[in-house]
């Protein structure tokens, strides 16, 4: 039987190879999907999830996370949580609940820690420093001025398919600011009889067409994974520069029910895939017209996350 996995950004890399050994050994796409992103969470060197993350205006490092069970649609979801390790395996706990499935703040706090999920200080002194050398000279917030989310999809070997997300968010954002990452329908969405998918790039943009649930959709009519990825992103993109000049920079990944995979991106967009017939690789993904071209990387890449 088939599995699958993908991940956002070179970042993922790591984290997928860890997903497909969970996979390839039989294990469950929950597992595998947050293995994947526990990975990036914990590694210092991506300043934009879990440890190291990216500081609000106030210097405070605010984590959002989503996970999605394809099998139940059960989701759960932390927003603006700080002091903790791994966000997506707080947000995958909450799923498991009948109400009060997305918890933020204070109150996601209170939770975590009423659970015993481990605690962690996820700003560092290097991250701080940046904080303070940014924090007066930006004067706009713009997409990829430092902000990724990790996504991580995966199939397992029943079909099971299962979202997982985690994000520190826009850097500088303001207190209390929320985006898509832990959104279930914008940054994330998974149902194992028809597909997954899940999102980054400027959230604000992203919510606008609630896209991972838009990717689904149109999986559901019937559209090929790459074709419901990509069409999505592009309308969105055309449908925004029309109604309000302008489109943020967005990317989307997703899972058919068979392990195929698909990618919209309206920029240049690393992401990582391994399934049962492929090995593990880090592709690029460029906009090309209202579809989207894939290749290997190249020496002209490799500024990019
Ligand atoms: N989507 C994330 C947010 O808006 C950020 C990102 O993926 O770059 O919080």
């Given amino acids: 039987m088939a599995w699958a996995v993908i991940g956002t950004w070179r970042m993922s890399r790591e984290g997928c190879a860890k997903a497909s050994e969970i996979l390839k050994n039989n294990g469950d796409a929950a597992d595998a999907a947050v293995a994947g992103v526990c990975d990036v969470e914990d590694n210092p060197s991506f300043h934009s999830v879990g440890y190291t993350g990216l500081p609000d205006k106030e210097g405070r490092v605010k984590l959002d996370g989503g996970f999605m069970d394809g099998n139940t649609l059960h989701f759960g979801a932390v ?22 499935n997305f918890l933020v703040g204070a109150g996601a706090e209170a939770y975590a820690q009423s659970q015993s ?26 997409s990829y001025s430092g902000h990724d ?8 070997h029943s079909g099971r398919l299962c979202a997982a997300t985690s994000t520190s968010g826009l850097f ?9 990452t832990p959104l279930a329908g914008a940054g994330f969405y998974a149902d ?12 604000e943009d992203i919510m606008k067409g609630a896209l991972s649930h838009e990717v689904y959709c149109r999986l559901k009519a019937g559209m090929s994974a790459m074709e419901a990825a990509s069409s999505a992103v592009y309308e969105l993109s055309e449908t925004l520069k029309k109604r309000s000049g302008a489109c ?10 068979r392990g195929r995979y698909g990618v919209g991106t309206n920029t240049s967009f690393p992401f990582v ?21 894939i290749h290997l990387p190249g020496p002209e890449d490799l500024n990019l996350d």
């Fill in 149 to 156: 989310t990790v996504c991580f999809l995966a199939l397992d």
């Fill in 248 to 257: 943020r920079s967005i990317s989307l990944i997703c899972l058919d029910s």
């Fill in 117 to 142: 999920f481990e605690r962690r200080d996820n700003l560092t002194p290097e991250i701080y420093q940046k904080y303070l050398e940014k924090k007066n000279a930006v004067k706009k917030l713009s």
């Fill in 192 to 203: 194992s009889l028809i597909g997954a998918a899940a999102a980054t790039g400027v959230g």
């Fill in 273 to 293: 895939y391994a399934a049962w017939n492929e090995p593990l690789e880090t592709w690029i993904a460029e906009p090309d017209g209202n579809a989207v071209r």
């Fill in 79 to 100: 927003g603006s949580i700080e002091g903790f390790r791994s966000p997506v395996r707080i947000a995958r706990s909450l799923a498991d609940r009948e109400f009060n």
């Fill in 172 to 180: 500088l954002k303001d207190p209390g600011r929320v985006g898509d």
